[in-house]
């Protein structure tokens, strides 16, 4: 079973760029079966899909995001990033990586999650 | 606002059953697979039901998924109190290329 880590630092000040990374082992992202993608959720709030990526380099955004959200790839390390620039408070969020299939779409296995606050 | 609605809360007794519906769209739910998540409090989402209506292994029977049209629908019987999360249905827009999850249901056992 894979495991998903999420790292990178936890306060990040207005205006910045937000980046995490997500450590994954015991499965390779250049596999053709899954995308692996960012979730966020505000404290206290919901769900928020953020942004996917498929091996070939294809990668998918959340409109409502997409203007300021990058995710890149380091197949080499296994490892896959995100970047949200131009943050504010409402970026506060736990931001987590996770697998879903290319075919039927469900996140079957997700990070613990890391809480990231956007203050000066 | 999500694109897909949830009720906010259910409540029901230890032992009872309860639906938590979640609607969508043709462009959704309506063309996708539904799957469902389980969020115990300060925990990652746990993919409770996917592909519409199928339990990854070591999820009870207790708990199941159905689909019509372009509203879905996770059922779950002989409530117990470890049953008290926060629950989301997700799905795929695939005209979009877009990831949806509902604003999420916190059931409560009474």
């Known amino acids: 079973q894979p495991q998903l880590q999420e790292s990178g630092p936890r306060l990040v000040k207005p205006s910045e760029t937000l980046s995490l990374t997500c450590s994954v082992s015991?499965?390779?992202?250049?596999?053709?079966?899954?995308?692996w993608g960012w979730i966020r959720q505000p404290p206290g709030k919901g769900l928020e899909w953020i942004g996917s990526?498929?091996?070939?380099?294809?990668?998918y955004y959340n409109p409502s995001l997409k203007t300021r959200v990058s995710i890149s790839v380091d197949m080499s390390k296994n490892q896959f990033f995100l970047k949200v620039n131009s943050v504010t408070a409402a970026d506060t969020a736990v931001y987590y990586c996770?697998?879903?299939?290319?075919?039927?779409?469900?996140?079957?296995?997700w990070g613990q999650g890391t809480l990231v606050t956007v203050s000066s | 606002q999500s694109v897909l609605t949830q009720p906010p809360s259910v409540s029901a007794a230890p032992g009872q059953k309860v639906t938590i519906s979640c609607s969508g769209s043709n462009s959704d739910i309506g063309n996708n697979y539904v799957s469902w998540y389980q969020q115990l409090p300060g925990t990652a989402p746990k993919l409770l039901i996917y592909e519409t209506n199928k339990r990854p292994s070591g999820i009870p029977d207790r708990f199941s998924g159905s689909k019509s049209g372009t509203s879905a629908t996770l059922g779950i019987t002989g409530l117990q109190i470890g049953d008290e999360a926060d629950y989301y249905c997700g799905t795929w827009d695939t005209s979009l290329n877009l990831g949806l999850f509902g604003g999420g249901t916190k059931l409560t056992v009474l």
């Open positions: 996770a697998r879903h299939w290319a075919t039927t779409q469900e996140f079957d296995f």
């Open positions: 990526f498929y091996y070939t380099g294809s990668t």
């Open positions: 015991g499965g390779s992202i250049s596999s053709n079966t899954y995308y």
